[in-house]
């Protein structure tokens, strides 16, 4: 049941994303895909920004590694760079498959080090008997610890509940 339910974890953010990117909202800029698929997993998807007159314009690509059972442990986005006209380094997601949950690590690149900066962010989902729970963390600098940001349990056929925490100070 966790696989299902992490599997699903997985599908609703991808799918959450597509919708919200190609609703029928005309103030939004409207993204078309390309995905590179190997031996039956995506390898690399490309979005294109689509334009008023419905030409594609590069925007995004993501490129995803996999462990041996077959999971995403990690997705890099590049944006695209009109200067010079090439994809750059953007951000990283690390995925990390625990025992009762996932945990997802997001860092973002650093231009003038040439490597991903360290993890800032965080997410949790843990799975239990009753349902699933949703932690987000950020790093705080200043008390050298991770701050909840927020919590949403989910149970059975129940509403999310979100409880906000305090800020980093």
């Known amino acids: 049941m966790k696989t299902l339910v992490m599997t699903m974890i997985m599908a609703m953010t991808a799918a959450t994303n597509v919708f919200s990117n190609n609703s029928d909202n005309s ?9 590179q698929v190997e031996d039956e997993q995506v390898t690399a998807q490309q979005v294109y920004r689509v334009t008023d007159s419905r030409l594609l314009s590069r925007h995004l690509e993501y490129r995803f590694a996999y462990d041996d059972q077959g999971r995403v442990i990690r997705k890099e986005a ?7 006209q090439a994809y750059e380094r953007y951000y990283c997601m690390e995925v990390s498959y625990l025992a009762d949950g996932v945990e997802l690590r997001l860092a973002r690149w650093d231009n003038d080090a ?14 239990d008997a009753t349902g699933v729970d949703y932690m987000a963390y950020r790093w705080c600098e200043q008390s050298d610890e991770w701050l909840l940001l927020a919590m949403q349990e989910m149970e059975d056929g129940e509403e999310l509940l979100a409880e906000m925490s305090g800020e980093c100070e």
């Not at 103030?27 to 995905?35: E, H, L, S, T």
């Not at 590049?78 to 010079?84: G, H, Q, R």
């Not at 490597?115 to 800032?120: F, H, I, L, T």
Request: net charge positive; proline share 3%.
């Open 78 to 84: 590049l944006k695209w760079a009109e200067a010079s």
């Open 27 to 35: 103030d939004r800029p409207k993204f078309a895909y390309n995905c």
């Open 114 to 127: 040439q490597e991903y900066s360290q993890s800032k962010e965080r997410t949790l989902y843990r799975v």
